[in-house]
């Protein structure tokens, strides 16, 4: 009887300056266990709408919010002038204490397998808009097997060019999840082509296909942050968009 593997990968987190649509982290899983060769694997990748997040601190900024409670997007700012009930304050001229303050609200929401996710804050952060995924099972299904059998009608592409299958799976309107499985002996191919890019211009060409595919579970834990800064520089005011994101998973 095989037993059970967990395997945990930690992407990078990084900040990205200036104008961002979406984003995406992507992690490798094993396709099967024990694995068959080095190349045996396939990818998830968890799609951040920037854009939107983007969107709701451009709001927070203006003269009266419309952000209503939305599951795995949380606002912080650093004054809420009219009384909002979904925000939090967050005193960013105490950089430490703001640092501490939601580090440890990433790490309760990922479970704690994302830790000191905001490496520091200025005195300048007027907000923090936090994006997060919780212990999502993907796919969706019934049975603790490894290997699960997605069944159904998915946005799917099927990619004859580089060799690839990729559907998506919706969580809200700021994260989706797209599961690319590479076809035999083009795994390595594949692997090289699965960039931001790439993944940006496939999803253009997803349409609604019915499925049925063997593919790994993973469990995602994952959070993608936009903060705003504010200058005022010659009696102008200014602000700056920062972007941060982390991403961790098991495959049991």
Same mark, same amino acid.
């Given at each position: 009887?095989?037993?059970?593997l967990l395997f945990l990968c930690l992407g990078a987190?990084?900040?990205?300056?200036?104008? %961002?649509?979406?984003?995406? %982290?992507?992690?490798?899983?094993?396709?099967?266990?024990p694995q068959q060769n080095p190349l045996d694997f396939v990818?998830?990748? %968890?799609?951040?709408?920037?854009a939107s997040l983007n969107a709701i601190a451009d709001d927070e900024d203006g003269p009266g919010s419309s952000f209503q409670p939305t599951d795995g997007v949380d606002v912080f700012l650093n004054s809420a002038t009219n009384e909002e009930e979904n925000v939090a304050t967050v005193a960013f001229n105490?950089?430490?204490?703001a640092r501490t303050k939601l580090n440890n609200f990433v790490t309760e929401k990922t479970s704690g397998k994302i830790n000191n996710f905001f490496s520091?804050?200025?005195?300048?952060?007027?907000?923090?808009?936090?994006s997060?995924?919780?212990?999502?099972?993907?796919?969706v299904s019934e049975g603790?097997?490894?290997?699960?059998?997605?069944?159904?009608?998915?946005n799917a592409l099927i990619n004859t060019e580089v060799g690839f299958t990729m559907i998506e799976i919706p969580k809200n309107q700021y994260v989706n999840a797209l599961i690319i499985i590479p076809d035999n002996g083009k795994e390595e191919k594949v692997g090289k082509a699965v960039t931001d890019a790439n993944l940006?211009?496939?999803?253009?060409?997803?349409?609604?296909?019915?499925?049925n595919l063997e593919v790994p579970r993973a469990t995602l834990y994952a959070c993608a942050a936009v903060t705003t800064e504010l200058y005022s520089i010659n009696g102008f005011d200014y602000n700056t968009n920062k972007v941060a994101a982390r991403i961790s998973a098991t495959f049991p």
């Open positions: 009887m095989m037993k059970a987190s990084f900040v990205h300056l200036g104008v %961002l649509q979406n984003l995406y %982290l992507t992690v490798k899983a094993p396709r099967h266990l990818f998830f990748s %968890l799609e951040f709408n920037i105490n950089p430490a204490e520091g804050f200025k005195t300048t952060t007027d907000s923090v808009i936090v997060y995924v919780d212990a999502w099972k993907l796919p603790k097997k490894y290997i699960v059998q997605l069944k159904g009608t998915y940006a211009q496939w999803r253009k060409s997803l349409s609604r296909q019915m499925v």
